[in-house]
Structures are given as C-alpha cells and as structure tokens.
C-alpha cells in the first residue's frame, strides 16, 4: 500500500495547492485551507478536486496512486487547461451539489473542536 495515498481526495493537501495558478485561485484555496474539513467550502473543494483529478477511478495498482495524492493533486491542477475562473465556477458548481445533498437528505455535519483558548482547532 502506497502510505501517501488515500482513497479520494484528502484535504490535506488543499494548501499544497495555493501557488500553483493566478490570483483567483490562491485566494480560492487560501480561503479554504483555514477551513474545518467538515465545513461546506472543504467538502465542495474536495468533490471538485475528485472530479478533475479523477479520484474515483484511482486504485491501489495505478500510476497515480503510486504518485501519491499530493503529487497527483498538483499535477491536477498545474495542466488543468481551464482558467482559474473556470476552476472556481466549478468549486461553485461543488458547493451548490453539496449544500443541496446536505439540506436534502438532513445531514448534521460535525461542529469544530474547540481548542483550550474557546477558539476553533480548524479556522
């Protein structure tokens, strides 16, 4: 088993992706990556992230996961063709997905820890 490779995307590796493209994507991911993982935006970025990077047909024998995530995500999004506005409609487009799904089907997502201070672990 490859150790730096998980099933989908992890969120962990959203900030190793903040200066691979222009302006509009690092705030994107800036903003994301101070976010819970369990928060709508991580969650929509996330799905993005699958779906562009093709995650779902990933598997334990393949190029990619010998890659590791990590190495895969930025390969993602450093030859994506797009533009960053068309990578941010896509997040848009995740958010909406995931916001519906979560309100359709009564989903209680977890709130964040709270660290000895009263302030949250994941801002």
Excluded at 6 to 17: G, T
Aim: aromatic residues 6%.
């Amino acid at each position: 088993m490859y150790p730096e490779s998980e099933i989908l995307f992890p969120s962990r590796v959203i900030p190793l992706l903040e200066d691979l493209r222009g302006d509009e994507w690092r705030q994107l991911v800036g903003k994301v990556k101070k976010l819970p993982e369990t928060h709508v935006d991580s969650l929509a970025f996330s799905m993005m992230m699958i779906s562009i990077g093709g995650c779902l047909t990933c598997d334990l024998d393949s190029y990619r996961a010998s890659l590791g995530c990590a190495t895969c995500a930025k390969r993602t999004i450093g030859s994506f063709k797009g533009t960053d506005k068309v990578l941010k409609k896509q997040f848009e487009d995740a958010r909406k997905e995931v916001s519906a799904f979560i309100k359709t089907n009564d989903v209680q997502l977890p709130k964040p820890e709270k660290n000895g201070n009263g302030n949250s672990k994941d801002k």
